[in-house]
């Protein structure tokens, strides 16, 4: 199977990687990139870790028609606040017929419902299990493994460097401490202020509700409080009576409605939602049939990123 | 599709509750169920809440043979020692061309190799997901999850018995005041010892290594140490430097070969491995390339039991 990779940052060299890794049983080769910073790839042969890069297409569409590719992998930096640019590269592989993944949660916060009308209109396969919890097992634990349950809610602690923060917190260090360790470890953007507002949250949150709930909210329908009035005072008065404050998200119907909520609640250190450090994640599934059942991932980094897009090109290599 | 219960007990009166709930949209049929105790049921209806029972049948190998049923279902109790009879029942759907799904951790303990061999030559499916954590995906989260992965070991707390002992010891309460609580909770069976002394936590290990690893082990190969060695004043000092034990079973590859462990280990109370309480379960994969991943599982009970075999036949279901 031929791939057409937009974006290639640290996911998509470490999927290039994977690929080359795995080529002698898995037939998948990238045959396209297209970067706007290193330009656009062509007829490449697989395997490539500094592939050569010509001058970038005019249009990720333009990209698309050279690329010959059968599936389009969407790994561009996300725009938290409209799913843009991805949300088109996205339309524009639907409709040049090409089976798309995407590890980017911005088309699946903001635009799921449609963008999977469009790719069932147009016969082709959509999958993206790294946009929540870096790979690990989240939308395919409920499709692949939850047959004929009905997810009536979910509570996750899925964003690692509020967790961070607040651990530095409770070591005595500050806020702005914390976010920098973040920055530091390659957890935190530059403007931490989208993982500590909570935005970060609400787009998984929202992204889990419309896929596992049919919900049609965008991240601006999230009900935020981030952890920004934290304090290490506060914090560390809570670690002393054995709490700590986690970043949660939460769904659940409500009247019909799917309500997805983001705030920093005061949990139990013991409680499974509090235990997860640094990267590691939780989420939990309520369900109808299988109780309350979830996924927990220990300290992801860009590796399994990467692995949850090669599950998806498996898993389309399967369906179709 | 045509199913034959042997064994009758919670679970399969929950499974056949599940079924009849979900009639029509499944159209899984119960049509005979066999007990020692209760005798044997023929050309049932579906979703009967309370079935008519004649005599038993002289054998399961008659049952099957009267049942025309197209999946056998081994829901009976537990021999931990020799895995039988439910190895024996199983062979005999299999020497019959049927599909067979159970719920009983002794087959897969004892002899997995031998049984998937079987299958394999009589062209059925084999299922077993309720056999370890009660129905929550754990070799469907590898399976169905996880492909081109290689599972490196495994690390689980399984076993709801040992921790709510441990729980009560931690409370001030006796060993065997912990026991009884189990048993009036319905946990723990009238003779605790298989739980307490690890075999329980050895036959789910067993069960894990040989489908996730292919380690060819029983129970017997196990390094298994119970509980019976803590007391009251042990777990309580412990809780006081925040440690608590946890009964676990880990897996792991050495020089080529798969070992399997089973000890009271004493771990950070705020540990993922030990904030599962009660009949709650957490397992984690060490894998190759999706790092550590697990499943968790809260309060399970037997509806969640009876729902891992009604997903195993659904699995069955799309396979076939």
Redesign the interface.
């Known amino acids: 199977m031929k791939l057409a990779l937009i974006g290639y940052g640290n996911v998509g060299r470490a999927f290039a990687r994977?690929l080359d890794a795995?080529r002698s049983?898995?037939p998948f080769r990238i045959v396209a990139i297209h970067t706007a910073r290193h330009g656009s790839a062509y007829g490449l042969r697989g395997g490539v870790p500094a592939p050569p890069f010509g001058p970038p297409a005019d249009s990720v569409e333009e990209f698309l028609d050279q690329s010959r590719a059968e599936v389009a992998v969407e790994l561009t930096t996300l725009n938290p606040a409209t799913g843009e640019p991805a949300i088109g590269h996205i339309r524009a592989a639907f409709a040049r017929r090409m089976h798309v993944i995407t590890a980017n949660k911005g088309p699946i916060a903001h635009a799921f419902a449609s963008l999977r009308e469009e790719a069932e209109r147009a016969l082709v396969e959509f999958r993206y299990e790294s946009t929540v919890m870096d790979?690990?097992?989240v939308f395919?634990?409920v499709r692949?493994?939850?047959?004929?349950?009905r997810v009536l809610g979910f509570t996750g602690a899925l964003n690692s460097t509020s967790k961070l923060v607040i651990d530095a917190m409770r070591r005595g260090l500050s806020f702005d401490d914390g976010v920098r360790e973040a920055q530091k470890m390659g957890v935190a953007e530059a403007d931490a202020s989208y993982d500590t507002d909570g935005w970060d949250s609400a787009a998984k949150g929202a992204a889990l509700a419309n896929v596992l709930m049919d919900a049609r909210v965008t991240p601006l329908d999230v009900e935020r409080r981030g952890i920004g009035r934290l304090t290490p005072e506060r914090v560390r008065e809570l670690a002393g009576n054995r709490k700590r404050p986690v970043l949660i998200t939460r769904g659940r119907l409500s009247g019909g409605k799917v309500k997805v909520r983001v705030r920093a609640e005061v949990l139990d250190?013991?409680?499974?939602l509090?235990?997860?450090q640094g990267t590691s994640n939780?989420i939990?599934f309520h369900t109808d049939?299988?109780?309350?059942?979830?996924?927990?991932?220990?300290?992801?980094?860009v590796?399994?990123t990467a692995?949850g897009v090669?599950?998806d090109l498996?898993?389309i290599a399967?369906t179709i």
Chains 1, 2 share one sequence.
């Open positions: 994977l795995r049983t898995f790979g690990a097992p395919n634990m692949n493994n939850l047959p004929g349950v250190e013991t409680d499974p509090a235990t997860v939780i939990l049939l299988m109780g309350t059942v979830g996924t927990v991932s220990i300290e992801p980094g590796e399994q692995y090669f599950s498996i898993d399967k």
